[in-house]
């Protein structure tokens, strides 16, 4: 399984931006797809996941409301929708998937497929 991920941008605060994510390989409807973020000089952080299948989805607090992941089947693709953004959402955005039990849907580590990551500068 290969990701690929592509989207990010400079953007003003308040504005949008979409992020996306192909896969490339197999993956099976009860795959997690989560989407990740480092800071410069912070922890890698979760920002969101869905089950391939549309299932279940999930978002850290401080994104719900302002981030929506999506997916389309027919491109074997998952989307970050950002919107409202704010200058502390300023990171490089990472997709990732595998095979995971929901309960460790937050946990990068447990994550065994990565994309090489894509920045998202918001500044005014």
């Known amino acids: 399984v290969q990701l690929q991920a592509s989207g990010g941008g400079s953007v003003q605060p308040g504005g949008s931006l979409r992020l996306s994510c192909g896969i490339s390989g197999g993956i099976a409807s009860n795959w997690l797809m989560g989407w990740f973020r480092q800071a410069p000089g912070k922890d890698r952080e979760f920002v969101g996941v869905m089950r391939w299948s549309g299932s279940h989805m999930d978002y850290a607090d401080s994104m719900k409301g302002r981030f929506t992941i999506s997916r389309d089947d027919a491109k074997n693709t998952v989307y970050l929708q950002m919107d409202s953004l704010k200058p502390e959402d300023t990171a490089v955005y990472y997709c990732?998937?595998?095979?995971?039990?929901?309960?460790?849907?937050?946990?990068?580590?447990?994550?065994?497929?990565w994309g090489q990551g894509t920045l998202v500068t918001v500044s005014s």
């Open positions: 990732a998937a595998s095979p995971l039990i929901w309960g460790a849907r937050t946990q990068s580590d447990s994550y065994r497929y």
